[in-house]
């Protein structure tokens, strides 16, 4: 793994989501600090653990983007042109496709970490909210390599999971397993809240299911008026292809197809039990060699190819070739699916090789 810079943070926005993640940076070596624009927030943060001091640091040369959703491109914009072409800026919002069309810099790296709490700010901060989550990466034809494998790298160091895809494919992805998902738990949680007021014992029955179901319903609910806004066609398509398969399921329970309920069930069990896992060990882990042309584009092709095909990027590096217009990208992925990767990149006429590292 290349080296990480002189490793001096700013976080802007320090919430949940900031707040853990500058806890988590400075329990990994980093100077962090906060800048927030609630009174008193930067102050706590550094009295809670969430950084180093209060206020900007133009000498930091990572910055870190965790307002609102509405804010994240302005707030980008500023912390690119204060701490210059030279650091790598991210930022943490659920909805990527018009922060990156926004914000276009070259060290801008769009990101999503996917991990959360019920509880709100600083108060449910923790430094290992992100180990074992899903931190997804959104690179696109201008992003410069160095930025991405930065940011890469840090995700990393707070426990995450890299995964690379394209800011719209993230789009329609978060919508069907985030968006929805709690827009589902909140309609359940007031469906059965007003049912209560006619029945008192309903909510003294909602067992481990429904709590489940309706965890997430427990999240703050100030950001989802932006995300639904900004991510409107991906959430009403979803949607819609939820309330088809309900209808579908309602019309197999009114024919009494006990048959197909059960293979339905059993379909859905099996999804569920292959969610995946983390990270596999090291003597797992296959290294994919590239050699691309030196032009800009190549690095997000790879990446979010990886990404599309549900393979996780564990480790990356981009060797910049001192002869010539080409370079090397080094992916570590799983053994198990690194042949798949190096069959797609075959497709796109690139030279590669594979070597296990078990």
Same mark, same amino acid.
């Given at each position: 793994m290349t080296t990480v810079g002189s490793r001096r943070a700013v976080v802007v926005g320090t919430g949940l989501i900031g707040g853990s993640i500058g806890m988590g940076l400075r329990k990994a070596g980093w100077f962090v600090s906060a800048v927030d624009t609630c009174p008193g927030v930067q102050q706590l943060a550094v009295e809670c653990g969430a950084a180093d001091r209060s206020g900007f &640091? &133009? !000498? *930091?040369d990572l910055g870190v983007v965790a307002t609102p959703?509405? @804010?994240v491109p302005g707030v980008a914009q500023h912390l690119l042109a204060r701490l210059g072409p030279n650091a790598t800026v991210t930022d943490v919002a659920g909805v990527k496709g018009p922060v990156l069309e926004a914000v276009t810099a070259p060290n801008f790296v769009g990101g999503h970490p996917m991990a959360g709490s019920e509880q709100e700010g600083l108060d449910g901060a923790d430094p290992d909210m992100f180990q074992g *989550?899903?931190?997804v990466l959104t690179p696109t034809q201008v992003t410069d390599p160095a930025a991405f494998v930065r940011t890469s790298e840090v995700a990393a160091s707070l426990g995450a999971e890299v995964v690379a895809l394209e800011p !719209? /494919? /993230?789009d329609a992805l %978060? *919508? %069907?397993v985030s968006h929805v998902p709690h827009l589902v738990a909140a309609t359940m949680m007031s469906e059965a809240s007003q049912a209560s007021e006619q029945h008192a014992a309903l909510l003294r029955l909602a067992a481990g299911g429904f709590r489940d179901m309706t965890r997430v319903a427990a999240g703050h609910p100030g950001i989802w008026p932006d995300i639904c806004a900004q991510n409107r066609s991906a959430i009403v398509s979803s949607l819609d292809s939820l309330v088809a398969a309900l209808l579908r399921v309602r019309h197999v329970v009114d024919s009494g197809r006990t048959d197909q309920l059960e293979q339905m069930l059993s379909r859905a069990r099996a999804a569920r039990r292959n969610l995946p896992g @983390? *990270?596999?060990p090291p003597e797992r882990l296959a290294e994919l060699r590239v050699i691309v042309p030196d032009r800009p584009g190549v690095f997000a092709q790879l990446t979010t190819l990886a990404g599309e095909l549900g393979v996780n990027l564990f480790d990356m590096e981009v060797a910049h070739s001192a002869e010539g217009p080409q370079g090397v990208v080094i992916l570590v992925v799983s053994g198990d699916q690194a042949p798949v990767l190096r069959q797609a990149i075959s497709g796109l006429g690139m030279r590669r090789s594979l070597r296990r590292l078990g």
């Amino acid at each position: 793994m290349t080296t990480v810079g002189s490793r001096r943070a700013v976080v802007v926005g320090t919430g949940l989501i900031g707040g853990s993640i500058g806890m988590g940076l400075r329990k990994a070596g980093w100077f962090v600090s906060a800048v927030d624009t609630c009174p008193g927030v930067q102050q706590l943060a550094v009295e809670c653990g969430a950084a180093d001091r209060s206020g900007f &640091d &133009d !000498e *930091a040369d990572l910055g870190v983007v965790a307002t609102p959703l509405g @804010q994240v491109p302005g707030v980008a914009q500023h912390l690119l042109a204060r701490l210059g072409p030279n650091a790598t800026v991210t930022d943490v919002a659920g909805v990527k496709g018009p922060v990156l069309e926004a914000v276009t810099a070259p060290n801008f790296v769009g990101g999503h970490p996917m991990a959360g709490s019920e509880q709100e700010g600083l108060d449910g901060a923790d430094p290992d909210m992100f180990q074992g *989550a899903t931190w997804v990466l959104t690179p696109t034809q201008v992003t410069d390599p160095a930025a991405f494998v930065r940011t890469s790298e840090v995700a990393a160091s707070l426990g995450a999971e890299v995964v690379a895809l394209e800011p !719209e /494919h /993230h789009d329609a992805l %978060v *919508a %069907v397993v985030s968006h929805v998902p709690h827009l589902v738990a909140a309609t359940m949680m007031s469906e059965a809240s007003q049912a209560s007021e006619q029945h008192a014992a309903l909510l003294r029955l909602a067992a481990g299911g429904f709590r489940d179901m309706t965890r997430v319903a427990a999240g703050h609910p100030g950001i989802w008026p932006d995300i639904c806004a900004q991510n409107r066609s991906a959430i009403v398509s979803s949607l819609d292809s939820l309330v088809a398969a309900l209808l579908r399921v309602r019309h197999v329970v009114d024919s009494g197809r006990t048959d197909q309920l059960e293979q339905m069930l059993s379909r859905a069990r099996a999804a569920r039990r292959n969610l995946p896992g @983390q *990270a596999p060990p090291p003597e797992r882990l296959a290294e994919l060699r590239v050699i691309v042309p030196d032009r800009p584009g190549v690095f997000a092709q790879l990446t979010t190819l990886a990404g599309e095909l549900g393979v996780n990027l564990f480790d990356m590096e981009v060797a910049h070739s001192a002869e010539g217009p080409q370079g090397v990208v080094i992916l570590v992925v799983s053994g198990d699916q690194a042949p798949v990767l190096r069959q797609a990149i075959s497709g796109l006429g690139m030279r590669r090789s594979l070597r296990r590292l078990g």
